[in-house]
């Protein structure tokens, strides 16, 4: 249980940072929100991966997980970035 806290909060930094510095959101976003945003990602990355390729959700921390999880948590910037606006 405790590792896989320790996992998810590892995979939610890693993928948070690494989105944030391609979509440009890096000087506004701090660990807590790459946290956030990449734990968020890889719900939003696993479920297009599985529903739209067929392909396996994130399953712990290995590369796969951590690509699939920069690809919801950029999904997810680029929204959040039309919604509120941001250039």
């Known amino acids: ?10 995979l939610g930094a890693l993928a948070g940072w690494i989105a944030s510095k391609i979509t440009g959101d890096d000087p506004r ?6 946290i956030i945003v ?3 990602g890889a719900y939003i990355g ?6 739209a ?3 396996d959700t994130v399953s712990g921390l ?10 919801g948590a950029v999904i997810l910037l680029l929204i959040v970035g039309l919604i509120t606006g941001k250039k």
């Open 1 to 10: 249980m405790i590792m896989s806290l320790i996992s998810w909060l590892i």
């Open 29 to 34: 976003m701090g660990i807590g929100l790459n």
């Open 38 to 40: 990449g734990i968020i």
């Open 46 to 51: 696993g479920f297009i991966a599985s529903r």
């Open 53 to 55: 390729f067929n392909l």
């Open 62 to 71: 290995n590369i796969y997980s951590i690509v699939i999880s920069i690809i």
